[in-house]
T-cell receptor, first 113, second 114 residues
Framework: AQSVSQHNHHVILSEAASLELGCNYSYGGTVNLFWYVQYPGQHLQLLLKYFSGDPLVKGIKGFEAEFIKSKFSFNLRKPSVQWSDTAEYFCAALSYNTDKLIFGTGTRLQVFP | DGGITQSPKYLFRKEGQNVTLSCEQNLNHDAMYWYRQDPGQGLRLIYYSQIVNDFQKGDIAEGYSVSREKKESFPLTVTSAQKNPTAFYLC?????????????FGNGTRLTVT
């Protein structure tokens, strides 16, 4: 079955630490990839997306993600996190073969000052 | 400001009652969606609609119904047939079909059925 896996369920970091959240999808073929973020008390919003082109994509607030096709991965990174990055992060992938968008289970990030 | 409005924010119902969740958007988006968010399960698609008067079942449509009579509105009814209705429900819209353009989400409705 098609799936999107986020292996880190809960990540706790201190400010200025580096962040990498894993995301793997099970599809073959062409995919569109997304990271969404849900800050406490706010609605889900797009952090960044990959459709084609440069596999290293940059999003808002200093986040970036790298699409590695051979590893079916789209990991999210930030070199130095801030307390305001505390949120829940969701990876999502669309397979062109099935036209189905599937979300991962989310990663809760807590950043302490 | 354009956006998606879901109401109410919190909803309480007795078991056996149907309940309708509202979702309105003023983004002029063609596609609208309903997701259910449960702890540890991410977002699961209930129903989606690509155009007015047309909608399709998602992965967990059983016990739910929708209508799309207007472009701006996509209400979700949680029926008494839904076995585990207590959850956080998210409405979303997009300019194009799911996954081809980013989703814009509402703030959600938390439904508690006792």
């Amino acid at each position: 079955a098609q799936s999107v896996s986020q292996h880190n369920h809960h990540v706790i970091l201190s400010e200025a630490a580096s962040l990498e959240l894993g995301c793997n999808y099970s599809y073959g073929g062409t995919v569109n990839l997304f990271w969404y973020v849900q800050y406490p008390g706010q609605h889900l919003q797009l952090l960044l997306k990959y459709f084609s082109g440069d596999p290293l994509v940059k999003g808002i607030k200093g986040f970036e993600a790298e699409f590695i096709k051979s590893k079916f991965s789209f990991n999210l990174r930030k070199p130095s996190v801030q307390w305001s990055d505390t949120a829940e992060y969701f990876c999502a992938a669309l397979s062109y073969n099935t036209d189905k968008l599937i979300f991962g289970t989310g990663t809760r990030l807590q950043v302490f000052p | 400001d354009g956006g998606i409005t879901q109401s109410p924010k919190y909803l309480f119902r007795k078991e056996g009652q149907n309940v309708t969740l509202s979702c309105e958007q003023n983004l002029n988006h063609d596609a609208m969606y309903w997701y259910r968010q449960d702890p540890g399960q991410g977002l699961r698609l209930i129903y989606y609609s690509q155009i007015v008067n047309d909608f399709q079942k998602g992965d967990i449509a059983e016990g739910y119904s929708v209508s799309r009579e207007k472009k701006e509105s996509f209400p979700l009814t949680v029926t008494s047939a839904q076995k585990n209705p207590t959850a956080f429900y998210l409405c979303a819209s997009s300019r194009e079909g799911q996954g081809n353009s980013p989703l814009h989400f509402g703030n959600g409705t938390r439904l508690t059925v006792t």
